[in-house]
Structure formats: structure tokens, C-alpha cells
Nanobody
Framework: QVQLVEFGGGLAQAGGSLRLSCAAS????????MGWYRQAPGKQRELVVD???????NYADAVKGRFTISRDNAKNTVDLQMNSLKPEDTAVYFC?????????????????WGQGTQVTVSS
């Protein structure tokens, strides 16, 4: 089975920084896109940023210039450095990856999610 495990998150003051990490494990044939989504209370889950296997990233306007995504294809990890945090960044952050597995029953590509990690920014 494939798992995405997230690390980091927590509490920060406005203007501060936090770093999130996510590691994919399991019987992985390849990983296409990886990224981070967030969901604030009462709101829909939204894309924060994603990055292709080739390193092309796509940021939400709300985080451009403040957040930076990085990816290590050899380690199947993706990190999110969050700087200049704002109270409106408060949300549960989810790691996402599109992963292809190659098992006896064949090759399958699915979207996987981490368990989510809370980020709270105080004003």
C-alpha cells in the first residue's frame, strides 16, 4: 500500500515561518505531481501549490512570493516552506501525490492524500 506521511505544522505568529514535509512510501513505481492543499474551517479544500516531476510548480495567488515548494524525486518527498505567514493561512494542510503502483494485478495510478497537519497563525 502507498502512504503519504506529513511532518511539521503547528503554531506560528503572523510574519513567522513554518515548514511542512511529506514522504511517500510503499510499492511505488513512479510519482507524477506532488503538492499541498489546505482546508480552513467552513471552507472547501483548495490548492496551495503543486509541482510536476520535472519541477514545474503552480502556486495559488494567495501564497505566491511567500511559500516555496521543493521536491526530492529520489526520496519521494515534497516540502513546503512557508514564510511571512498570515492568520488567513490557518488551515489543515494536506499532502497530495499522483502515484503509479506496479503490483501483480497490474499498473494503477491513483491520487493519494496525507492525513493532514494543522497550521495555525496567530495575529
Amino acid at each position: 500500500q502507498v502512504q503519504l506521511v506529513e511532518f511539521g505544522g503547528g503554531l506560528a505568529q503572523a510574519g513567522g515561518s513554518l515548514r511542512l514535509s511529506c514522504a511517500a512510501s510503499g510499492i511505488i513505481f513512479s510519482i507524477d505531481s506532488m503538492g499541498w492543499y489546505r482546508q480552513a474551517p467552513g471552507k472547501q479544500r483548495e490548492l496551495v501549490v503543486d509541482i510536476s516531476k520535472g519541477g514545474v510548480s503552480n502556486y495559488a495567488d494567495a501564497v505566491k512570493g511567500r511559500f516555496t515548494i521543493s521536491r526530492d524525486n529520489a526520496k519521494n518527498t515534497v516540502d513546503l516552506q512557508m514564510n511571512s505567514l498570515k492568520p488567513e493561512d490557518t488551515a489543515v494542510y494536506f499532502c497530495n501525490a499522483r502515484i503509479t503502483t506496479a503490483l501483480a494485478m497490474g499498473v494503477k495510478t491513483n491520487n493519494y492524500w496525507g492525513q493532514g497537519t494543522q497550521v495555525t497563525v496567530s495575529s
